[in-house]
T-cell receptor
Framework: DVQMTQSPSSVSASVGDSVTITCRAS?????LAWFQQKPGGAPKLLIY???SLFTGVPSRFRGSGSGTDFTLTISNIEPEDFATYFC?????????FGGGTRVELK | QVQLVQSGAEVKKPGASVRVSCKVS????????IHWVRQSPGDGLEWMGG????????KYSPQFQGRVTMTEDTTSDTAFLEMAGLTSEDTAIYYC????????????WGRGTLITVSS
């Protein structure tokens, strides 16, 4: 199985800050997605194929990386961005998620 | 508008089985590849399995292989997750979703079904 190590597990930020979240795969992968989840809700796709913005997602979300190292950057954080973020490798079975990063209001 | 409507919360005894349904509305089930993801209380996301049309088969996470069955009824546009031999560690919210991480699948999720396993 491909192990996805996500860091940090939590980060505090103020509105307007930038935050970077990292996912490292245990082997080289091709398909990496990022999701946002708010309490009581289902995950929502933000980024697919490592760097492509999903429909309707604000441009302040940016994904980058390849091989084993990937990042999600949220620029100029808005109040609605405080949530938990997960990465997902979807190129090999079993699909595997990172452990999640909680972005909290400082 | 596509919606995935899941069945309601259930409480089960250890050792029991459960079946969760996921009805597709606003689209036909045959146009989607349904996958199942679970989330234990306060924990992360765990992929359980799903259909891969390019291979023509349903694939399961090794963790659930042999204990979980995913089926579909195209006449009612409903997908099902059945899990046997429940333990307290299976207490979680179970989500159905169109193939996660694939933009072409549209990122549709059910609202989740809470399964509580308790004696």
């Amino acid at each position: 199985d491909v192990q996805m190590t996500q860091s940090p597990s939590s980060v505090s930020a103020s509105v307007g800050d930038s935050v970077t979240i990292t996912c490292r795969a245990s082997e080289s992968i091709r398909w990496l997605a990022w999701f946002q989840q708010k309490p009581g809700g289902a995950p929502k796709l933000l980024i697919y194929a490592a760097s492509s913005l999903f429909t309707g997602v604000p441009s302040r979300f940016r994904g980058s990386g390849s091989g084993t190292d990937f990042t999600l950057t949220i620029s100029n954080i808005e109040p609605e961005d405080f949530a938990t973020y997960f990465c997902l490798q979807s190129g090999s079975v079993p699909l595997t998620f990172g452990g999640g990063t909680r972005v909290e209001l400082k | 508008q596509v919606q995935l409507v899941q069945s309601g919360a259930e409480v089960k005894k250890p050792g029991a089985s459960v079946r969760v349904s996921c009805k597709v509305s606003g689209h036909t089930l045959s146009g989607f590849s349904i996958h199942w993801v679970r989330q234990s209380p306060g924990d992360g996301l765990e992929w359980m399995g799903g259909f891969f049309p390019e291979d023509g088969e349903t694939k399961y996470s090794p963790q659930f292989q042999g204990r979980v069955t995913m089926t579909e009824d195209t006449t009612s546009d409903t997908a099902f997750l059945e899990m046997a031999g429940l333990t307290s560690e299976d207490t979680a919210i179970y989500y159905c979703t169109t193939r996660p991480g694939l933009a072409a699948a549209g990122d549709h999720w059910g609202r989740g079904t809470l399964i509580t396993v308790s004696s």
